[in-house]
């Protein structure tokens, strides 16, 4: 199988070398193990799976989950030009091998697209928090980039050798890396194939490095850096709206206003203009409409604001970014 397998790893337990061997089994010739800067008294376990005929590479100090996906990269593009992409599994357990085999079958018959594994939370006790953490991140990703995902913080991802260069750049050097990498589908156009896989949480022992406060302040903020452009020129059209007479010249002014940055980051920059002066005259009108019929200019401007910024944002991602990559779903 011309495929490889790499795993970040931060101070492991038997389960590194438990996986290792299952991944043997299944027929992986080639496995890439990172250690992120564990303790000498964890340096046994990366000695087992070099034992297992594994590549182990090392960080001098930890360094986060993503600069260890990064350096795997970087060392298996000098390694194996000729592979067809690599699988990033956890070194917990939480993988079966037969995911994994799953994940590497499906990038030989979409070589073009990064595979994601899904996992089946309503089949599985999860953890309210996990539960919960997953949902609220995936509705903010179709919020903030139009992609829909089945799980947002599932490790076991195929990368296809094709966009291994784009995904080693990717920034974010932690937890947060996986979900730039995700916003990266949408900047690069990248396709991406989804499939279910099993939730695996009481059958081993876990040993998470996860800080569900400050990871998550990571994740987030990665998140929003997406579409700050657009809050920025949201809040701008409000500033001048509220500073200046409230009739339809101002309102339309206003809106301009706040388009103009969003329109100079398009690569189509004259649509982008053509765009922002139909809304912005469509939104002046709408204002005008709505205080005629007794609202005040506060209400008015969030009621617009309500029927505009849905519309001005699913243009703006489409002018900045182009079409929706495309998403392959297979069935549970």
Same mark, same amino acid.
């Given at each position: 199988m011309n495929m490889v397998v790499l795993i970040p790893s931060y101070k492991p337990d038997e389960m590194l070398c438990q996986t290792v061997r299952a991944l043997r089994q299944a027929g992986f010739p080639y496995i890439y193990v990172v250690n992120d800067g564990s303790p000498a008294e964890h340096m046994s376990f990366f000695d087992q799976a070099r034992s297992e005929g594994c590549v182990v590479l090392h960080h001098a100090v930890n360094m986060g989950k993503g600069r260890a996906l990064r350096t795997g990269f970087n060392q298996i593009l000098l390694d194996h030009?000729?592979?067809?992409?690599?699988?990033?599994?956890?070194?917990?357990?939480?993988?079966?091998?037969?995911?994994?085999?799953? *994940?590497?079958?499906?990038? +030989?018959?979409?070589?073009?697209?990064?595979? =994601?594994?899904? #996992? $089946?939370?309503?089949? !599985?006790?999860?953890?309210?928090?996990n539960l919960l953490g997953n949902s609220i991140t995936r509705l903010v990703f179709f919020l903030l980039c139009g992609l829909r995902f089945g799980d947002t913080q599932c490790g076991l991802r195929s990368y296809p050798l094709r966009h291994m260069a784009t995904f080693a750049a990717t920034p974010g050097d932690r937890f947060e890396f996986e979900n730039m990498m995700l916003l990266d589908l949408r900047r690069r156009r990248i396709g991406y194939v989804e499939y279910p896989m099993k939730a695996v949480y009481e059958e081993v022992k876990r040993v998470t490095?996860?800080?569900?406060?400050?990871?998550?302040?990571?994740?987030?903020?990665?998140?929003?850096r997406f579409a700050v452009l657009p809050l920025f020129a949201g809040l701008l059209s409000a500033l001048v709206?509220?500073?200046?007479?409230?009739?339809?010249?101002? *309102?339309?002014?206003?809106? +301009?206003?706040?388009?103009?940055?969003?329109? =100079?980051?398009? #690569? $189509?920059?004259?649509? !982008?203009?053509?765009?922002?002066?139909?809304l912005s005259a469509l939104g002046a009108l709408l204002l005008q409409a709505l205080t005629r019929w007794g609202c005040s200019a506060?209400?008015?401007?969030?009621?617009?604001?309500?029927?505009?910024?849905?519309?001005?944002?699913?243009?703006?991602?489409?002018?900045?970014?182009?079409?929706?990559?495309?998403?392959?779903?297979?069935?549970d």
């Open positions: 030009p000729g592979c067809v992409g690599v699988v990033a599994c956890d070194a917990d357990g939480q993988h079966e091998a037969s995911a994994v085999l799953r *994940a590497a079958q499906l990038q +030989l018959a979409h070589p073009d697209c990064v595979i =994601l594994g899904a #996992r $089946r939370f309503f089949q !599985a006790r999860v953890p309210i928090l490095h996860f800080n569900k406060l400050v990871d998550s302040v990571r994740i987030y903020s990665s998140l929003l709206f509220a500073s200046t007479p409230r009739d339809a010249v101002a *309102a339309f002014v206003s809106l +301009l206003l706040g388009w103009v940055p969003m329109a =100079l980051s398009c #690569r $189509r920059r004259w649509l !982008a203009g053509a765009t922002a002066l139909v506060l209400e008015a401007w969030w009621l617009a604001s309500a029927a505009l910024v849905p519309v001005s944002y699913t243009l703006w991602l489409y002018l900045r970014y182009g079409r929706r990559p495309r998403r392959i779903r297979y069935p």
